[in-house]
T-cell receptor, first 114, second 111 residues
Framework: DADVTQTPRNRITKTGKRIMLECSQTKGHDRMYWYRQDPGLGLRLIYYSFDVKDINKGEISDGYSVSRQAQAKFSLSLESAIPNQTALYFC?????????????FGPGTRLTVL | RKEVEQDPGPFNVPEGATVAFNCTYSNSASQSFFWYRQDCRKEPKLLMSVYSSGNEDGRFTAQLNRASQYISLLIRDSKLSDSATYLCAVNGAGGYQKVTFGTGTKLQVIP
């Protein structure tokens, strides 16, 4: 029983399509993050949110948007997917009350843009 | 210079060996340090936090050297199940305390 879930787990799409990746958590954490992971580049932060009304850009936000629909839900959208957005995407959470430093990751979404 | 740097490896070691990884960071104001383990195609999971006084958990020992700005992870008596990629993570100073991950060091323990 995963505390942080992501849907879909795998997605193949075509250039120009709009894609939404969803993340839900049952950990009760206030902070949520979206990362992408590419070989040799590690984990890079796309967006983060400290609560429902707080959205912040990370280091590579261009081409992406997010929505924090509720404390437990944080979705990532690619408005017009392009091939260099092919990557492994992770959602993560952390708990402000615990210092907010340790991050708990979802299982990842493998996205391929053709 | 990258904020956080790791040797990508791979480190190929026989079972029972001791292996050590280092991770250097550039921001001297960094406050918190962690090691995560990531299995192939899986999510990273926290292995251990790194404290100024060092931290030991069974066969794993983590150390922090603030003067030289690096953290280390020592694995003793390596097991086949230790094969994975080890990511270091560093929290900066300031309001958000941004987490920066290293690119990871791959360990392969060989029978």
């Amino acid at each position: 029983d995963a505390d942080v879930t992501q849907t879909p787990r795998n997605r193949i799409t075509k250039t120009g399509k709009r894609i939404m990746l969803e993340c839900s958590q049952t950990k009760g954490h206030d902070r949520m993050y979206w990362y992408r992971q590419d070989p040799g580049l590690g984990l890079r932060l796309i967006y983060y949110s400290f609560d429902v009304k707080d959205i912040n850009k990370g280091e590579i936000s261009d081409g992406y948007s997010v929505s924090r629909q509720a404390q437990a839900k944080f979705s990532l959208s690619l408005e017009s997917a392009i091939p260099n957005q092919t990557a492994l995407y992770f959602c993560a959470t952390s708990d402000r009350l615990a210092g907010g430093r340790e991050q708990f990751f979802g299982p990842g979404t493998r996205l391929t843009v053709l | 210079r990258k904020e956080v740097e790791q040797d990508p490896g791979p480190f190929n070691v026989p079972e029972g060996a001791t292996v050590a990884f280092n991770c250097t960071y550039s921001n001297s104001a960094s406050q918190s340090f962690f090691w995560y383990r990531q299995d192939c195609r899986k999510e990273p999971k926290l292995l251990m936090s790194v404290y100024s006084s060092g931290n030991e958990d069974g066969r794993f020992t983590a150390q922090l050297n603030r003067a030289s700005q690096y953290i280390s992870l020592l694995i003793r008596d390596s097991k086949l199940s230790d094969s994975a990629t080890y990511l270091c993570a560093v929290n900066g100073a300031g309001g958000y305390q941004k987490v920066t991950f290293g690119t990871g060091t791959k360990l392969q323990v060989i029978p």
